[in-house]
């Protein structure tokens, strides 16, 4: 199971998606929406000066409590722009 995080506030986004590849299209949308709209707009009172950082994080979900496998930085979203980790 994969999930979309913002590592920068802790925040998981987006729900849980069954591959990698499912995460990253749903990323390519969010990338769309502008730094200042929701998902985008960071939750803190320095939201203007502040970004995303999404990751995608996989997890064993065979294991209880989950555990996880792998973190991939992926997108970055604030009023500079986007940029996509390569």
């Not at 995080?5 to 949308?29: I, M, S, Y």
């Not at 998902?39 to 009172?45: G, L, V």
């Not at 320095?46 to 973190?71: F, G």
């Amino acid at each position: 199971m994969f999930v979309i995080e913002d590592e920068k506030h802790a925040e998981p986004q987006q729900g849980e998606f069954e591959t990698f590849d499912e995460a990253v299209e749903r990323l390519k949308v969010i990338s769309q929406i502008p730094w200042d709209k929701e998902p985008n707009k960071c939750p803190c009172t320095n939201w203007k000066e502040c970004e995303r950082n999404y990751q995608i994080i996989e997890y064993k979900t065979t294991d209880t409590p989950r555990t996880e496998l792998q973190r991939v930085d992926i997108l970055t979203v604030s009023a500079k722009g986007i940029t996509w980790t390569t």
